[in-house]
C-alpha cells in the first residue's frame, strides 16, 4: 500500500549486486601506491567480552586482555596489560573504569592503569556511567559512584564512594540493570526501579509487572516489560525522573 | 436556548483557534540533517485532539502490544538528524527502532540506498539490519556515526546526519516513497519501518591469498615483501595478511581465489584429466587444405567441434584407416585402431598390409614435416606417401617406440573422414559407438621432451608385417605406409581416384573441471568477467562463449577470443569461493615494501555473477530481472 510500480530501471538497478573482485593486477603503481605503513599489532575484534568508549577511543575485553582501539577505523593498536581477571569495562571521564578481581582501576588517557582509591570491590554485578560519574552494584548490594578528582598538584585520581548507605538494606538480587541519564541514576531490579538523584533516592514500583530492560531515550527513561498480561510489552517512555519522585 | 448553544459553540470554536498553535508541514519529508523533526509531514501523526485543540502527544504512552513479545537484550537512544531514535535489539539479533515522537510502533530498522546490506539474501531482507551472529552488542557512536557492534566483530554503522524516513514496509530501491507510507505505518500493525544510512563496516582478516604470474608482463614489475588487507566498507584497511616474498623481480597479479594466468593461451593439459576419461572433451578441427596445383594438403586453421565426424561407411568410395592418436597429458601416445570400418573395407586394395594382425605397431617420428603429399598411390603390395620431409630427410634422427600394450577395448567414438575433401561435409552418426582396440604405449619423459618441443610435431605410425615396418624409409623401396599422427587422430580415405588422402586432424582434449569464471583486465584494474560453463565452452554452437584462434601443439595451449587475462576454475556457478567472495567479500589492497600499490575493483554484477558497467547494453537493452 502507498508504493507504486517500480521503473524497468530500478528493476534492472535491483538485478545488479555489489561485488568485490577478488583479483587485482599490479599496474600503473606509480599512479596508485601510496605510503602505508604496515603494523603488525592490529587487532580487530573477534571476540568481545566487554566494551566501553571514552571519545574517539575504543576499549574492549578480548580474550582477558584490554584493548584500545580508535573510534574511526574500529583498529585496535595498543593494549593494556592487565595480570587480574577482568569483570568489566565502564568509560568514566576520558578513561575507562576496570572492574578486576582484585579490585577497581582506572585506564588513564595515557593507558597508564592505576588503582581507583576510596572503597573498593571484588565483584561486581552491574555498572552504568552518565560520562563523568561511573557507577556500580557490587555483590554485597553496595552501590558505588567513582569519579575523578584532583589533587593539590592538579593531578586527576579516580575515588570511588558509596552511595547506598540510605538504601542499606536494598536487595539488587543477580542481575540488576542499571542506566544513567544525565544526574539521574536508575536501578531496576524485577519489578521496581531505584532513582537516585542530587544525593536522594527515590523508588517507582510497577507492581505485578517484570521488567525485562530499561534504557534511555532523549533524556528519558524507557523500560521493557516481560508480564504478557498487562499492556507493557513493550518499552514504555516515562517523561522525566521527576515523576518518580515522591512514589 | 437553542441560541444559548449556538453561542456556546461559537465561543468554543474561537477558543478552539485562539489556543491552537499553528502546525504546517510545508517542509516535507526529512531527508536532511535537522534539529527538529518538528514541522515535517510525519509530524502530523503526533498529534492528539484534546478539548478539540491540536496538541502534540507528550508524557508516558504505553506501545501497543506487537503479536510476538520482543526479548530484547540491548537498547541505545541516539538522535538521527534531529530525530531521537530507540535502538532495541532483540534475542534474534534483529534491531528494532522506537522514535519518541511516534512511539506507537516497534519499527524494523532497515538499509536506505541502492546496495543491499547483506547481499546474500534477496528481497527486502537484504535491506534489513539485523546481525548474522553474536550474543552480545555494543552501542559506539560519535557525532557522525553510531557503531552497533557484535561481541563478534560484526560491525554496522549508522550515518546519524544522514537520511531517515519511516514507511509501512521496507522500501526496496525499486519502489516510490510516498508521504501516505507514513499514515500506513501507523496503522499497518507488523509492518512498521524505519529507514537508515547504513553501512557494513565489520573488518575482517584476509584469507590466503596467490600470486599469479602474469605471462604477458603487463603488471609492473614487483620484487620484496608482499601482503593484502582488507579495506572495510569506509575504506580502512585492516590487518595486514602475511608475506610472501619475491626475491626477483616479477610480474604478478594478486587473486583472493585460486586462479591461473591465460593471457598467453589457454593451457588445457594445466586442467585436464587423464586421456582416457572420454568424457568432456573438446574436438579441435585441424584444417587441411587441399591445393590442386601442388596436389599438396596444408594444414590451415583450427576449427571447434562437437564432436569428430563419424561413420566413414556411409560415404561411398570411402577408407577410413581409422588410426587414432592422441597424446595425454602424462606424455603418453595413445592410439586405436577401428575394426569396425576396417571390416568392410578389408579387401579394398588400399589397405595397409599388416594392419588387421596388429601385432607390433610403431610410433614414428618426424619434427620436420610440415605438409604432406598424396603423390603416391597405396596398393595392397605397398605404396608410397611422400612428404617434403621424407624426401629430404634420412634415418638417423627418427625414433619407433613399440605399441604393446593394450588399454582398453572399448572405443568412445567412432571416428570417420569427411566425405569429400573439397566440400568438407560430415557425416555424423550422432551417439554411436563401436568396439575397437585401444593400444597404449609410454614414451620415457626425456625423449617426450625432446620429440615434442616444436611447433610442428608429427609422429608416424609404423606397422610391421613380419619383421618388416612398413614405411621405415620413404626413400628405399617404397614399402612404407604412414598411418597417423602422434598428437592427433589422422584419418585418410580413398578418394575416387583410388588414392589415400590425409584428412583434417582431430584433436582431444579433456575438459574436466573446466568451468569457471574468465576474467579480462580492460586496464587500470578495471576487469571484465563471466562465468562459462563447461557445455558452453565446449559447444561449437552458433554463439560459442569462446573462439580459439590458434593452437600451440607443442604446449597444448590454446588461444581464446576475446582474449582473458586471468581463468578461476569452479564447477559450480552458484556456490564458489570467486561468487562467495564477489557478493560477501571487500575491496583489498596490496601492500609491497612499504606502499600500498594496488586496491582491487568494487563492481556490480547480475545474478549470473558477470561484471556489469553498463546495465542497458550489457543485456542487448533488455531488463535485467533477478533469479
Avoid at chain 2, 214 to 220: E, L, N, P, Q, V
Avoid at chain 2, 221 to 238: A, D, F, L, R
Wanted: glycine share 6%.
Amino acid at each position: 500500500m502507498g508504493n507504486v510500480e517500480p521503473s524497468k530501471n530500478n528493476k534492472m538497478l535491483l538485478a545488479l549486486k555489489r561485488a568485490y573482485v577478488p583479483v587485482t593486477a599490479i599496474e600503473y603503481t606509480t599512479l596508485r601506491s601510496r605510503k602505508y605503513e604496515k603494523d603488525s599489532t592490529i587487532e580487530i575484534p573477534t571476540d568481545i567480552s566487554f566494551c566501553t568508549q571514552s571519545g574517539n577511543r575504543v576499549f574492549i575485553l578480548q580474550k582477558g586482555t584490554i584493548l584500545v582501539g580508535d573510534f574511526n577505523s574500529m583498529l585496535f593498536r595498543d593494549r593494556v596489560t592487565v595480570d587480574f581477571s577482568v569483570l568489566g569495562i565502564e568509560q568514566l571521564s576520558y578513561g575507562a573504569v576496570v572492574f578486576g578481581n582484585n579490585g577497581l582501576h582506572f585506564i588513564d588517557e595515557n593507558l597508564s592503569l592505576q588503582r581507583v582509591t576510596g572503597v573498593s570491590t571484588n565483584s561486581v554485578k552491574a555498572y552504568c556511567s552518565s560520562g563523568n560519574v561511573c557507577y556500580a552494584v557490587t555483590e554485597d548490594n553496595e552501590v558505588l559512584a567513582i569519579v575523578l578528582e584532583f589533587s593539590a598538584q592538579g593531578r586527576p585520581y579516580p575515588v570511588s564512594t558509596s552511595i547506598s548507605k540510605a538504601i542499606s538494606a536494598a536487595d539488587w538480587g543477580d542481575n540488576p540493570q542499571m542506566v544513567a541519564i544525565d544526574n539521574t541514576l536508575y536501578i531496576a531490579r524485577a519489578h521496581d526501579i531505584y532513582i537516585y538523584r542530587e544525593g536522594a533516592w527515590t523508588r517507582y514500583d510497577f507492581g505485578v509487572h517484570t521488567i525485562r530492560k530499561i534504557g534511555a531515550l532523549a533524556n528519558r527513561l524507557v523500560v521493557s516489560f516481560h508480564d504478557a498480561f498487562t499492556l507493557f510489552e513493550v518499552p514504555i517512555v516515562i517523561p522525566t525522573a521527576d515523576d518518580f519522585e515522591g512514589s | 436556548m437553542a441560541n444559548n448553544t449556538s453561542r456556546d459553540d461559537i465561543q468554543y470554536e474561537i477558543l478552539r483557534f485562539v489556543r491552537t498553535e499553528r502546525i504546517g508541514f510545508q517542509k516535507g519529508l526529512i531527508e536532511r540533517p535537522d534539529n527538529n523533526a518538528i514541522g515535517y509531514a510525519g509530524d502530523i501523526e503526533n498529534m492528539d485532539i484534546i478539548d478539540g485543540v491540536a496538541v502534540r502527544r507528550r508524557g508516558t504512552r504505553c506501545l501497543n502490544d506487537p503479536d510476538v513479545a520482543l526479548d530484547i537484550i540491548a537498547m541505545h537512544s541516539t538522535i538521527i538528524s534531529g530525530c531521537p531514535v530507540l535502538f532495541l535489539i532483540t534475542r534474534e539479533r534483529e534491531v528494532k527502532a522506537a522514535l519518541i515522537e511516534y512511539p506507537e510502533r516497534i519499527m524494523t530498522v532497515f538499509k536506505k540506498g541502492f546496495a543491499p546490506l547483506k547481499p546474500e539474501l534477496t528481497g527486502e531482507n537484504a535491506y534489513i539490519l539485523s546481525f548474522r551472529k553474536g550474543s552480545q552488542f555494543f552501542f559506539l557512536e560519535s557525532d557522525e556515526k553510531l557503531r552497533i557492534m557484535s561481541n563478534l566483530g560484526e560491525t554496522y554503522t549508522i550515518n546519524k546526519l544522514g537520511y531517515i524516513q519511516v514507511f509501512s514496509k521496507v522500501v526496496l530501491p525499486t519502489e516510490i516513497e510516498l508521504p501516505t507510507d507514513i499514515i500506513d505505518a501507523r496503522t499497518d500493525t507488523n509492518n512498521a519501518c524505519l529507514g537508515l544510512e547504513i553501512e557494513d563496516t565489520t573488518h575482517i582478516r584476509p584469507p590466503k591469498f596467490y600470486l599469479v604470474r602474469d605471462k604477458s608482463r603487463r603488471c609492473t614489475p614487483v620484487s620484496g615483501e608482499i601482503c593484502v588487507g582488507i579495506e572495510n566498507n569506509e575504506g580502512v584497511v585492516g590487518p595486514m595478511s602475511e608475506s610472501i616474498v619475491v626475491p626477483e623481480y616479477g610480474h604478478f597479479y594478486v587473486s583472493l581465489v585460486n586462479a591461473k594466468c591465460i593471457t598467453n593461451g589457454f593451457d588445457f593439459l594445466g586442467f585436464a584429466t587423464p586421456f582416457d576419461s572420454a568424457q568432456d572433451v573438446m574436438y579441435v578441427r585441424r584444417n587441411v587444405e587441399f591445393y590442386p596445383a601442388s596436389n599438396t594438403f596444408v594444414f590451415s586453421s583450427y576449427t571447434r567441434q562437437d564432436s569428430p565426424p563419424h561413420n566413414p561407411q556411409e560415404g561411398t568410395s570411402v577408407f577410413s584407416a581409422n588410426v587414432y592418436l592422441a597424446i595425454t597429458t602424462k606424455g603418453n601416445v595413445c592410439f586405436w585402431f577401428d575394426y569396425q570400418s576396417l571390416a568392410e573395407d578389408i579387401d579394398a586394395p588400399s589397405i595397409p598390409v599388416g594392419v588387421p594382425a596388429f601385432g607390433s605397431p610403431i610410433l614414428f617420428y618426424d619434427q620436420t614435416i610440415k605438409s604432406i603429399k598424396n603423390t603416391n598411390d597405396i596398393s595392397a603390395s605397398g605404396g608410397v606417401i611422400e612428404s617434403d620431409a621424407f624426401i629430404q630427410s634420412v634415418i638417423s634422427p627418427y625414433k619407433f617406440f613399440h605399441i604393446t600394450k593394450r588399454v582398453q577395448t572399448y572405443v568412445p567414438f567412432k571416428y570417420a573422414v569427411e566425405t569429400d575433401t573439397n566440400t568438407k561435409r560430415i557425416i555424423n552418426d550422432g551417439a554411436n559407438k563401436y568396439v575397437g582396440e585401444v593400444y597404449f604405449t609410454d614414451i620415457p619423459a626425456p625423449i617426450y621432451g625432446s620429440i615434442f618441443s616444436d611447433d610442428e610435431n608429427i609422429v608416424y605410425l609404423m606397422i610391421k608385417d613380419g619383421l618388416n615396418y612398413y614405411p621405415v624409409i620413404p626413400e628405399n623401396d617404397g614399402t612404407g605406409k604412414i598411418l597417423g599422427f602422434a598428437k592427433a587422430r589422422i584419418t585418410m580415405l580413398r578418394g575416387s581416384d583410388g588414392k589415400l588422402y590425409f584428412m583434417p586432424v582431430y584433436f582431444k582434449y579433456d575438459f574436466k573441471a573446466q568451468s569457471g569464471y574468465f576474467l579480462h583486465n580492460k586496464g587500470f584494474d578495471c576487469w571484465d568477467g563471466e562465468f562459462i560453463i563447461r557445455e558452453r565452452l565446449l559447444s561449437s554452437v552458433s554463439n560459442p562463449a569462446l573462439q580459439i584462434t590458434a593452437i600451440d601443439q607443442s604446449t597444448c595451449k590454446v588461444s581464446l577470443s576475446p582474449a582473458y587475462d586471468i581463468f578461476v576454475p569452479c564447477e559450480d556457478p552458484t556456490s564458489n569461493d570467486y561468487l562467495n567472495w564477489m557478493q560477501n567479500g571487500r575491496r583489498f589492497v596490496v601492500w609491497n615494501n612499504g606502499n600500498i600499490i594496488s586496491r582491487s575493483q568494487m563492481a556490480y554484477m547480475n545474478s549470473s555473477g558477470t561484471i556489469v558497467y553498463d546495465f542497458i547494453n550489457s543485456n542487448n537493452g533488455q531488463i535485467i530481472t533477478d533469479d
